[in-house]
């Protein structure tokens, strides 16, 4: 009989055991610590690549769009030279009276001259 008696507390809960205790017992689950640890590590280093990384591209585009800004300030100042003189009127050779008048207008004087 008294087997019976010990029997019913044996069946004590674990949250039964911490109340009667008065906190939780430190029962640590190797298993779920080194997986949530393996897992957080991974996470974090995934994190961190991923941010590298950006900031690999961030930099890749700054210092392309900058090479491309700094290498054709002639050529792009060439090409302006180039526009102005195809869109207005000028004096090529006043001598023999050559003159420069814009493109669409050469275009409209050949048409006109044509009919």
Known sequence: M???KDKPAEKFSAFDEAV???AMYDKLNIK???FWTVMGIGVLLIVVMGVISLYNY???QFQQSASIESEFPEYQRIQNMNMLQLNTYGVVDEETGVYRIPVDSAITLMLNNGE
């Open 58 to 60: 961030n930099k890749f």
């Open 20 to 22: 009667s205790y008065g």
């Open 32 to 34: 779920n610590l080194t």
């Open 2 to 4: 008294a087997e019976e």
